[in-house]
């Protein structure tokens, strides 16, 4: 609906590799894993975990619905939906090469790419496994 | 369909991206100095969630300095804005005992009847020693007054309609009306970009609504043949009735609405029209009678025409103006007629008054020196604004000018910087405008000369410059005439 929403995403996403790197000096592989790492920190907090909305307007209509569910209203597949779901994937590949697929960046970029896909399915729409976060 | 230049766009949602990443950061470390101090309400549910408010605490707060700011004298051209002060970061402020005169474009003074006019003023002192101040009473029993009655037929008179009814409160006179009109199994269709009371209303009908994209008949015409093809859901039963509401002018676009087109398309599909001219009556217009007599309507075709005082007229209230048979139907059934008190009746002789002026039956020619002036004065500034480079929306002759801001952080820096000129603006922002589309809106009065218009025009400059909202290229000046004749 806005433009420039997925334009200014990846540029986080770029920005903050440079900032990795600037700030620990440490190999661009390691860089992208600190940068996959945070963002499924972050995306998962904000998209899966967090409940209901920012403003008080609504009356609390979308209290149970994580930020996910809530988005396009509830709608699977949208346009939106699928360009959220391959960015984590892309970011899994660039980190996994440029870490040229050493082991424990391997399995720490692998768990965040598997988590944050799995939560993203259609299938998954306003499930809570073994009641997790199911309370308003 | 947002319409703002892409690197724009990107700077702004970063801004909101930060505001929005700090703002989390303050609640986080707030939860753990919050920690020893959890309170002991056992059993109750709290009354709003952390994250509910989150827009207001995080974001609205830090800047409420620029909202809602006490004024200390009648709503002039000229005005005193009380300063206030906050220890501790605009959390909460305090009313200091400084006003500050400044130029007032923030108040909804289209004809300059907000302050004080030489036919009006004595008349509404006579009326509230008269009448006293309220009527303490409602419509039905014992507050209608003479000067109600009096009223009524002179609204009916000026907006060209066989009768009218009054009520107190502008707002209410929408939220209240349409639940009359329509119920569960009619459809009403409105415009995307309505006021709150028409959602309200409509809402509160329970009839289904649609909406239609802004100021767009070919649109309109779509919704209509879709809904009318579908008929009500479920049941495929054809719709009751049909209204669709409209603005005169829209006031956070200054557009005027496209009123030919869509009265055309409702004929052509037989739906009622309502239309709401709460700031285009008394301030467009050859005689000040609104849209209708702007684009050449004739106002037997508009079904219902609402209108308020609270802009044009200087006073508060709304009015409904329709044939005697709906004005009938909504005495009866009306609850803001049947339950609510009635209008004050100095508020009502200042709604006489000005309506005298504006047609000139007060003997002298200042109503139509009014409007002229409000035209002069809308379209000076309107097209000075557009040579300096600046983004304004709105139609020639609209008194109400948006100047895009789009980021959040101009918003106080413009606000502010004004006041600080002694230029008091209204900043508009989320929600009630679209989360990047936030503004600044000026609405301009007859009572402006031309010098405060100068004065406004050239701290609006300066203050543009140093915020950085001239988006477009601004118009070079122009080159001496002479100079060019003595070329050839």
């Given at each position: 609906m806005y433009p420039g929403v997925w334009t200014t995403y990846i540029l986080i996403l770029f920005f903050s590799w440079l900032l990795v790197l600037s700030v620990f000096g440490c190999t661009p592989g390691t860089a992208w894993?600190?940068?996959?790492?945070?963002?499924?920190?972050?995306?998962?907090?904000?998209?899966?975990?967090?409940?209901?909305?920012?403003?008080a307007d609504?009356?609390?209509?979308?209290?149970?619905?994580?930020?996910?569910?809530?988005m396009d209203n509830g709608k699977q597949l949208t346009r939106n939906r699928k360009f959220l779901i391959v960015v984590p994937v892309v970011l899994y590949l660039i980190a996994l090469h440029t870490t040229d697929y050493q082991q424990p960046m391997l399995f720490l970029n692998t768990l965040a790419v598997s988590v944050l896909v799995v939560a993203k399915l259609p299938?998954?729409?306003?499930?809570?496994?073994?009641g997790i976060n199911a309370e308003n | 369909m947002v319409r703002l230049p892409y690197t724009t766009a990107l700077t702004t949602l970063f801004s909101y991206g930060l505001l929005f990443a700090f703002g989390q950061l303050r609640d986080f470390f707030r939860k753990f100095v919050d920690w020893f101090k959890a309170k002991n309400v056992k059993g109750y549910a709290p009354i709003c969630l952390g994250l509910e408010d989150f827009y207001v605490r995080r974001l609205y707060l830090r800047i409420q300095d620029c909202f809602g700011r006490p004024i200390a004298s009648a709503p002039d051209s000229w005005f005193d804005v009380v300063e206030r002060i906050s220890n501790d970061n605009n959390k909460t402020l305090q009313r200091t005992s400084h006003t500050t005169r400044c130029l007032n474009l923030g108040s909804y003074n289209y004809l300059g009847f907000a302050a004080a006019d030489e036919y009006c003023t004595p008349r509404a002192i006579e009326s509230l020693k008269k009448y006293s101040a309220s009527t303490c009473s409602v419509r039905v029993d014992g507050g209608t007054t003479k000067l109600h009655a009096e009223l009524e037929e002179l609204v009916a008179r000026f907006v060209g309609k066989p009768a009218a009814i009054l009520f107190g409160m502008g707002y209410v006179t929408n939220s209240a009306i349409i639940p009359c009109l329509i119920g569960k199994g009619g459809l009403i269709i409105s415009d995307s970009?309505?006021?709150?009371?028409?959602?309200?209303g409509a809402r509160g009908s329970g009839a289904t609504v649609r909406v239609f994209q802004h100021n767009s008949p070919a649109h309109l015409e779509e919704v209509l043949r879709e809904q009318i093809a579908g008929g009500q859901p479920r049941?495929?039963?054809?719709?009751?009735?049909?209204?669709?509401?409209?603005?005169?002018?829209?006031?956070?676009?200054?557009?005027?609405?496209?009123?030919?087109e869509i009265i055309a398309v409702c004929k052509k599909y037989k739906a009622y029209t309502y239309l709401d001219e709460a700031h285009s009556i008394g301030a467009v217009g050859q005689s000040?009678?609104?849209v209708c007599e702007l684009l050449g309507v004739d106002p037997a075709d508009v079904d219902i025409m609402m209108g308020t005082f609270t802009k044009s007229f200087g006073s508060c209230g709304g009015y409904i103006a329709a044939s005697k048979d709906i004005i009938q139907h909504l005495k009866h059934t009306c609850p803001a007629h049947l339950y609510a008190t009635s209008m004050s009746p100095p508020a009502v002789q200042q709604v006489i008054s000005a309506i005298k002026v504006i047609l000139g039956e007060d003997g002298s020619n200042r109503g139509a020196q009014k409007l002229a002036h409000i035209r002069e004065n809308s379209n000076f500034f309107r097209s000075e604004l557009k040579k300096m480079g600046f983004e304004v929306?709105?139609?020639?002759?609209?008194?109400?000018?948006?100047?895009?801001?789009?980021n959040p952080a101009?918003?106080?820096?413009?606000?502010?910087?004004?006041?600080?000129?002694?230029?008091?603006?209204?900043?508009?922002?989320?929600?009630?405008?679209p989360l990047l589309l936030a503004r600044a809106r000026i609405c301009i009065s007859a009572s402006h000369t031309r010098e405060d218009l100068v004065t406004a025009l050239d701290v609006i400059s300066r203050v543009g410059d140093l915020v950085g909202i001239k988006y477009f290229p601004a118009e070079p000046p122009k080159i001496a005439e002479v100079g060019h004749n003595k070329l050839e």
């Amino acid at each position: 609906m806005y433009p420039g929403v997925w334009t200014t995403y990846i540029l986080i996403l770029f920005f903050s590799w440079l900032l990795v790197l600037s700030v620990f000096g440490c190999t661009p592989g390691t860089a992208w894993t600190v940068v996959n790492l945070f963002h499924f920190a972050i995306t998962y907090h904000f998209f899966h975990w967090k409940k209901g909305t920012p403003f008080a307007d609504d009356q609390g209509m979308y209290n149970g619905l994580t930020w996910w569910e809530q988005m396009d209203n509830g709608k699977q597949l949208t346009r939106n939906r699928k360009f959220l779901i391959v960015v984590p994937v892309v970011l899994y590949l660039i980190a996994l090469h440029t870490t040229d697929y050493q082991q424990p960046m391997l399995f720490l970029n692998t768990l965040a790419v598997s988590v944050l896909v799995v939560a993203k399915l259609p299938n998954m729409h306003k499930v809570r496994i073994f009641g997790i976060n199911a309370e308003n | 369909m947002v319409r703002l230049p892409y690197t724009t766009a990107l700077t702004t949602l970063f801004s909101y991206g930060l505001l929005f990443a700090f703002g989390q950061l303050r609640d986080f470390f707030r939860k753990f100095v919050d920690w020893f101090k959890a309170k002991n309400v056992k059993g109750y549910a709290p009354i709003c969630l952390g994250l509910e408010d989150f827009y207001v605490r995080r974001l609205y707060l830090r800047i409420q300095d620029c909202f809602g700011r006490p004024i200390a004298s009648a709503p002039d051209s000229w005005f005193d804005v009380v300063e206030r002060i906050s220890n501790d970061n605009n959390k909460t402020l305090q009313r200091t005992s400084h006003t500050t005169r400044c130029l007032n474009l923030g108040s909804y003074n289209y004809l300059g009847f907000a302050a004080a006019d030489e036919y009006c003023t004595p008349r509404a002192i006579e009326s509230l020693k008269k009448y006293s101040a309220s009527t303490c009473s409602v419509r039905v029993d014992g507050g209608t007054t003479k000067l109600h009655a009096e009223l009524e037929e002179l609204v009916a008179r000026f907006v060209g309609k066989p009768a009218a009814i009054l009520f107190g409160m502008g707002y209410v006179t929408n939220s209240a009306i349409i639940p009359c009109l329509i119920g569960k199994g009619g459809l009403i269709i409105s415009d995307s970009l309505n006021h709150n009371s028409i959602v309200n209303g409509a809402r509160g009908s329970g009839a289904t609504v649609r909406v239609f994209q802004h100021n767009s008949p070919a649109h309109l015409e779509e919704v209509l043949r879709e809904q009318i093809a579908g008929g009500q859901p479920r049941t495929h039963r054809p719709w009751k009735k049909i209204i669709v509401i409209v603005e005169g002018i829209y006031s956070m676009e200054g557009e005027l609405c496209k009123l030919p087109e869509i009265i055309a398309v409702c004929k052509k599909y037989k739906a009622y029209t309502y239309l709401d001219e709460a700031h285009s009556i008394g301030a467009v217009g050859q005689s000040g009678r609104g849209v209708c007599e702007l684009l050449g309507v004739d106002p037997a075709d508009v079904d219902i025409m609402m209108g308020t005082f609270t802009k044009s007229f200087g006073s508060c209230g709304g009015y409904i103006a329709a044939s005697k048979d709906i004005i009938q139907h909504l005495k009866h059934t009306c609850p803001a007629h049947l339950y609510a008190t009635s209008m004050s009746p100095p508020a009502v002789q200042q709604v006489i008054s000005a309506i005298k002026v504006i047609l000139g039956e007060d003997g002298s020619n200042r109503g139509a020196q009014k409007l002229a002036h409000i035209r002069e004065n809308s379209n000076f500034f309107r097209s000075e604004l557009k040579k300096m480079g600046f983004e304004v929306l709105g139609d020639n002759d609209s008194p109400v000018m948006p100047i895009m801001l789009y980021n959040p952080a101009k918003i106080p820096a413009f606000s502010r910087e004004c006041l600080r000129q002694k230029v008091a603006v209204v900043t508009v922002a989320f929600p009630a405008t679209p989360l990047l589309l936030a503004r600044a809106r000026i609405c301009i009065s007859a009572s402006h000369t031309r010098e405060d218009l100068v004065t406004a025009l050239d701290v609006i400059s300066r203050v543009g410059d140093l915020v950085g909202i001239k988006y477009f290229p601004a118009e070079p000046p122009k080159i001496a005439e002479v100079g060019h004749n003595k070329l050839e």
